[in-house]
């Protein structure tokens, strides 16, 4: 019997800076990864590793721009993904932002 059967396991995107990944027909854009002061999600303030992630609809429309470090929150077409990694890149290369999306 397959014990897996009705479960879903949650999706995870690695997307490197200056890059654009689509997630469910979204553009998501990653970029400026830096140490700086960013918000986390229970509203305190924060201060490490962040990436300037910027979301845009399918129709190109832009809906948000934010800047998140590790633990940050952000909305893709109504499901809540999680920022679980920023990476800066060693000597000059781009660095690199993974999301896990949120399951109920």
């Given at each position: 019997?397959?014990?897996?059967?009705?479960?879903?396991?949650?999706?995870?995107?690695?997307?490197?800076?200056?890059?654009?990944?689509?997630?469910?027909?979204?553009?998501?854009?990653?970029?400026?990864?830096?140490?700086?002061?960013?918000?986390?999600?229970?509203?305190?303030?924060?201060?490490?590793?962040?990436?300037?992630?910027?979301?845009?609809?399918?129709?190109?429309?832009?809906r948000g721009r934010l800047?998140?470090?590790?633990?940050?929150?952000?909305?893709?077409?109504?499901?809540?993904?999680?920022?679980?990694?920023?990476?800066?890149?060693?000597?000059?290369?781009?660095?690199?932002?993974?999301?896990?999306?949120?399951?109920?």
């Amino acid at each position: 019997m397959n014990n897996t059967m009705g479960k879903s396991s949650a999706r995870k995107i690695s997307i490197q800076e200056t890059t654009v990944a689509t997630i469910d027909g979204w553009k998501v854009t990653v970029g400026n990864i830096i140490i700086d002061d960013w918000t986390g999600p229970d509203g305190s303030p924060r201060r490490g590793l962040t990436a300037e992630i910027g979301l845009y609809d399918e129709r190109k429309a832009e809906r948000g721009r934010l800047t998140l470090g590790e633990g940050g929150l952000l909305e893709i077409k109504g499901r809540p993904w999680r920022v679980t990694l920023v990476s800066a890149g060693a000597g000059g290369e781009n660095g690199a932002v993974k999301l896990t999306e949120s399951l109920p």
